[in-house]
């Protein structure tokens, strides 16, 4: 499969595969709102070509191109998963969504709830200590407002994006190692009270991601697909109130591609969990 660089808009036509892909410092922050490039494996599409400013997905069919990455009135940036069954997924999409390339900010949220619950503030952070509840009342909003339908993703819709047409542990590999260039999780940063010297027990203190909370959003390299924090920096909700991907307070396992945690209460909220959201194409 071919790869489509973010931040280029010359024109390109890329033909792909219907098939699947298959103490140490981080690499300096990336983030998909920069001119930095990163590698981005286009999913599941057989061509692409810039159409002003946009890089579009032409389909086969005779139906309208759906552009691959997107941006709505508050800054939320979207990009086109399309159907298939990458790597170890048990489930296929049933049609093309938009996922939020980003967790949804502090800004983000604030601007539409006019609220911000988060304990760790910083308006390019992710929002956390918000509730399933006000995920779903926050995408019934921003719906309302737009004029287009904002949920959240389904579980099997999540873990097929996290993956990205990988059946690894992680979607850059096995290799824990690599774990802090890709995740902000409970590395040797991770302290709740840096003036607690106490709260160092769960952690993994061989390496160290350089944030001890959350991170701002984009901090750490994407996955193929071009979507960032799929693990760590904040657990994030999905439809059947789990929470996957895990956060900077879980160890490796926790923010592996298929990790999640189910929660009882959808009014609870925890400084560890945020959530993203999916725009449907139709």
């Known amino acids: 499969m071919k790869t489509l660089s973010t931040g280029v808009c010359a024109i ?3 033909m792909l595969m219907s098939g699947c892909g298959g103490d ?7 983030s998909a709102s920069t001119n930095t490039a990163t590698d981005i494996t286009v999913p599941h599409s057989e061509a692409v ?6 890089d579009v997905l032409l389909a086969s069919s005779a139906s309208a191109p759906l552009a691959h990455v997107v941006t709505n009135s508050i800054g939320i940036e979207f990009r086109l998963i399309e159907p298939g069954n990458p790597g170890s997924a048990t ?6 969504v938009y996922f939020s390339i980003h967790e949804i900010t502090q800004s983000q949220y604030e601007s539409v709830t006019k609220n911000n619950p988060s304990q760790f503030e910083g308006g390019e952070r992710p929002v956390e200590k918000v509730s399933w509840q006000q995920a779903v009342d926050f995408c019934r909003t ?3 407002t737009d004029g287009k339908e904002y949920r959240l993703p389904s579980q099997a819709e999540w873990q097929y994006a996290c993956r990205a047409g990988t059946s690894t542990k992680y979607s850059f590999g096995d290799d824990v190692a690599e774990l802090p260039e890709h995740a ?3 590395d ?10 106490y709260d160092l027990v769960f952690k993994d203190k061989l390496y160290s991601d350089g944030h001890n909370n959350t991170a701002p959003v984009g901090s750490f390299k994407p996955n193929p697909w071009g979507l960032y924090d799929m693990h760590g920096n ?3 909700w999905c439809t059947e109130i789990v929470c996957c991907g895990g956060s900077w307070y879980d160890l490796p396992d926790l923010v592996a591609s298929d990790a999640y945690t189910t929660r009882t209460d959808k009014d609870d909220g925890w400084y560890t969990t945020g959530f993203r959201v999916v725009l449907e194409t139709d």
């Open 184 to 186: 902000n999780y409970a």
């Open 24 to 30: 140490r410092q981080p690499e300096p922050a990336r």
């Open 91 to 96: 489930t296929d999409l049933p049609r093309a």
């Open 142 to 144: 921003l719906s309302a």
């Open 12 to 14: 390109a036509a890329v």
């Open 49 to 54: 070509q810039t159409i002003e400013g946009n």
């Open 188 to 197: 040797n940063s991770r302290r709740l009270d840096p003036s607690n010297p």
């Open 234 to 236: 904040v657990a994030e």
